[in-house]
């Protein structure tokens, strides 16, 4: 399966630095641009389908995405961005404050690997691992064509792409190209069991 991975572009909770997790605050104007410019590079790519996190911010640069290359899009909630809990609308300084400066390693983790926010009453990185792996499984057996646009959040498809050992997104407004075959989904299904 040939996926083109993209996260949702700028909201104003983006520019002033404040963790969004499952708070749903709408692309701004840079954001909304963004997203046809996005559109733009996707052109050529062949996209023949396009499945987004059903939260606002990425909705929306789904729906602008396809209105521009005249492809058809739906909406899951298993691509949700990681739930922060009580650490959602903070800045990381705010969340350090407020909840101790252990959180910042939770939040800084550049492996994407090792974060949990469920003592916020949050996520835990296998858990959203697990998530987005389900979906992944859930639109390969609906056959939708390829390669296939994932609009989604960066903790999220971060955490999707360090569980297959690949590279971490490119910042907003770019996109990243993977292939998984069933085995690979299989195998990382069994190895999240087994650790669960």
Request: proline residues 4%.
């Amino acid at each position: 399966m040939k996926l083109v991975l993209a996260r949702h572009t700028e909201t104003e909770w983006n520019r002033e630095r404040k963790t969004q997790g499952r708070k749903n605050p709408p692309l701004n104007k840079k954001g909304r641009e963004d997203a046809a410019l996005l559109a733009e590079k996707l052109r050529g790519h062949g996209i023949q389908f396009i499945v987004s996190s059903d939260l606002l911010r990425a909705m929306q640069t789904a729906g602008i995405i396809s209105r521009i290359l005249g492809v058809s899009f739906s909406l899951s909630s298993q691509l949700r961005e990681c739930c922060f809990g009580k650490i959602e609308g903070h800045t990381r300084q705010e969340a350090a404050e407020l909840f101790g400066s252990d959180v910042s390693q939770d939040l800084n983790d550049p492996t994407f690997q090792k974060y949990d926010f469920r003592r916020f009453g949050g996520e835990s990185c296998n858990e959203v691992f697990t998530r987005h792996l389900d979906a992944l499984e859930r639109i390969m057996k609906a056959g939708l064509g390829e390669p296939l646009l994932i609009v989604g959040h960066g903790r999220g498809l971060c955490t999707l792409l360090a569980g297959f050992g690949l590279p971490p997104l490119p910042q907003q407004g770019e996109f990243t190209t993977i292939t998984l075959s069933e085995t690979e989904l299989r195998t990382a299904s069994l190895r999240i069991a087994a650790t669960s």
